[in-house]
């Protein structure tokens, strides 16, 4: 089901270090999850997804690591730069595609 | 590609108004979409599913009489806040996917806020 957070948990790292952002979803059935990076008054903004089948799948400066024993979603940014900051949510799809569920989200604030 | 459009992105009215707000797939054919709503620092919540040319699906405590949604084409959605109230004022986001395992694409949000 849907899980929904009352608020966010921020994470705040220099310029230039890694940053690791972490999810914990709640049906065991999901099979495809979606990374989004949301600023300020914006939608979210798609990232990266990777599907069940996989545990590991990387993009450009960014990679996702799921742990589906425990249920769990990480995202790994290299190098954060200034304008990574915002909110990090982790969505999960359930009903054959027909829903996407967000997790209750990370701020991010990239120290220069 | 895959841009969704969302318009108005802020309206501002009196209550008991009724407001309606519209999702576009601007470049592909938006099977499905979807409208969230969002408060000040937390995550979105799912309000309703819809598919085109069928009912919208609702989540559980959302009103359908209150938020009526309407999916008549593959590019475009509308979401209809029925005689809105100041407990209505929120961020509504849509966003849209097409048939399969792909992402959904979200819109830039509308700001609602009631009077």
């Known amino acids: 089901g849907e899980s929904v957070g009352l608020h966010l948990p921020t994470l705040s790292v220099q310029e230039g270090d890694n940053s690791i952002i972490n999810c914990a979803y709640s049906n065991s059935a999901s099979d495809y999850f979606i990374w989004y990076k949301q600023e300020s008054g914006k939608g979210p903004q798609f990232i990266i997804d990777?599907?069940?089948?996989?545990d590991k799948r990387q993009g450009q400066r960014v990679t996702v690591l799921l742990n589906k024993t425990v249920k769990h979603l990480s995202l790994q940014i290299a190098a954060t730069q200034p304008g990574d900051s915002a909110v990090y949510f982790c969505a999960e799809n359930s009903d054959n595609f027909n829903k996407f569920y967000f997790g209750s989200g990370t701020k991010l604030n990239v120290k220069p | 590609g895959a841009v969704v459009s969302q318009h108005p992105s802020r309206v501002i009215c009196k209550s008991g108004t009724s407001v309606k707000i519209e999702c576009r797939s601007l470049?592909?054919?938006?099977?499905?979409m979807f409208w969230y709503r969002q408060f000040p620092k937390q995550s979105l919540m799912l309000m309703a599913t819809s598919n085109e040319g069928s009912k919208a699906t609702y989540e559980q405590g959302v009103e359908k009489d209150k938020f009526l949604i309407n999916h008549a084409s593959l590019t475009l959605s509308t979401l209809t806040v029925t005689s809105a109230h100041p407990e209505d004022s929120s961020f509504y986001i849509c966003s849209a996917k097409t048939t399969g395992n792909q992402p959904q694409h979200f819109g830039d949000g509308t700001r609602l806020s009631i009077l």
């Open positions: 470049d592909f054919q938006a099977t499905t």
């Open positions: 990777i599907r069940s089948n996989m």
